[in-house]
């Protein structure tokens, strides 16, 4: 059972990291005007899918990574909207916020561990044996 436990807290754990990972790659995107065709977590066939707008969200069956599909980022294309037509600050902005959001949880996650610790735990003297050392010092 306690296997079982880690195991699943191992995949929780692992989404989370992939879910802030790739949620860098689509608010850049976005935000650079570059058209996303799916944000996916997980990988192979779907599980649930839902389209808003002109993306396509979903959860596949197997929790080992997850994709932001943005249109002409394999290949050339000629839509201004595409990432292989932006200038390459912007794809650089997109490719490197997913790690930068990455750094960030880490920063946010230590900061939410240390922030909230109760303190050091100081050791109080409460009884001095009859003839110890302590005792005999005062």
């Not at 306690?2 to 191992?10: D, E, F, K, Q, R």
């Not at 997913?98 to 909230?116: C, D, E, K, P, Q």
């Amino acid at each position: 059972m306690n296997g079982i436990l880690t195991a699943v807290a191992a995949i929780i754990i692992f989404a989370v990291l992939i879910f802030v990972h790739e949620l860098g790659h689509f608010i850049a995107a976005k935000a650079l005007g570059v058209k996303v065709m799916e944000f996916a977590l997980g990988m192979g066939p779907k599980i649930v899918s839902k389209q808003w707008g002109e993306t396509i969200y979903s959860i596949r069956i197997f929790p080992i990574g997850g994709f932001c599909a943005m249109e002409g980022e394999d290949e050339k294309a000629t839509s201004e909207r595409s990432f292989s037509s932006k200038k390459p600050w912007k794809r650089l902005i997109i490719l490197f916020s997913g790690a930068l959001m990455n750094i960030l949880l880490g920063f946010v996650l230590l900061v939410g561990l240390t922030s909230t610790s109760t303190g050091f735990v100081v050791p109080e003297i409460e009884k001095i044996s009859i003839g110890s050392a302590a005792e005999e010092s005062g």
